[in-house]
């Protein structure tokens, strides 16, 4: 009988051991296989997904630091041309983009709502006219999330001082008022989160006093 060779044989039963203990790790390097494709998948994608989402992060910090300094540059222009120009702080309702690119200190690249108007790193529009009183309005549209940081440093105390007014308005809703000098010492930040909406996209206005150049805050 074969058993009885086998049995007779130490060599075979050896050999024959050898063998079935070598299939059965095949089948278990071919059942583990599709696993560990799957979780190595998983892990570059969660890799790459924290990469993408870091890369986000510092676009969107960059974004942000240009449309804050997007609406200051204009404020520290529209100082300095007023000291010459005095349309800027005597009229009223008058396309200020338009005066400052005549004067040659900008380039507007767009028109909304009959004004000339910047493009802000979110590729929303930026307009700004003259008000009553030497004031000047900046309305440029965000995405929302945008909307919550921008106010967020503009509302500081120490930014919020030289700020007469700040508006939002959502698509859904009409001009509200979330700070006015006199009445807020800085923006409530459950206000900002609350009226900067959750819509696609937020519209901002900020009331800032013109000082001409050589002029008192």
């Known amino acids: 009988m074969p058993e009885n060779n086998m049995m007779e044989n130490p060599k075979a039963v050896q050999l024959a051991q050898r063998q079935k203990a070598a299939q059965t790790r095949v089948r278990y390097s071919r059942s583990e296989k599709p ?17 993408f989402a870091s890369i986000m992060g510092v676009l969107e910090k960059k974004r942000l630091l240009q449309g804050f300094s997007q609406i200051e540059n204009i404020i520290v222009i529209s100082g300095q041309m007023a000291s010459t120009d005095h349309s800027i702080t005597n009229s009223n309702q008058e396309d200020l983009l338009a005066i400052l690119s005549k004067l040659g200190q900008i380039n507007a690249d767009g028109q909304a709502n009959g004004l000339q108007a910047l493009t802000n790193p979110w590729g929303g529009t930026l307009t700004a006219i003259t008000s009553q009183g030497g004031r000047i309005r900046i309305e440029t549209t965000v995405p929302a999330r945008a909307c919550r940081r921008l106010l967020s440093m503009f509302g500081q105390p120490q930014t919020v001082s030289e700020i007469l007014n700040i508006e939002v308005r959502t698509s859904q809703s009409s001009w509200l008022s ?17 009226n900067c909406g959750r819509s696609e996209t937020t519209s901002i206005a900020l009331i800032f006093p013109v000082h001409a150049q050589g002029q008192g805050s």
């Open 35 to 51: 696993g560990i494709i799957i979780a190595t998948g998983l892990i570059s994608a969660l890799c790459l997904l924290s990469l």
């Open 178 to 194: 979330l700070y006015s000098k006199g009445q807020h010492s800085s923006i409530n930040e459950a206000a900002i989160k609350d």
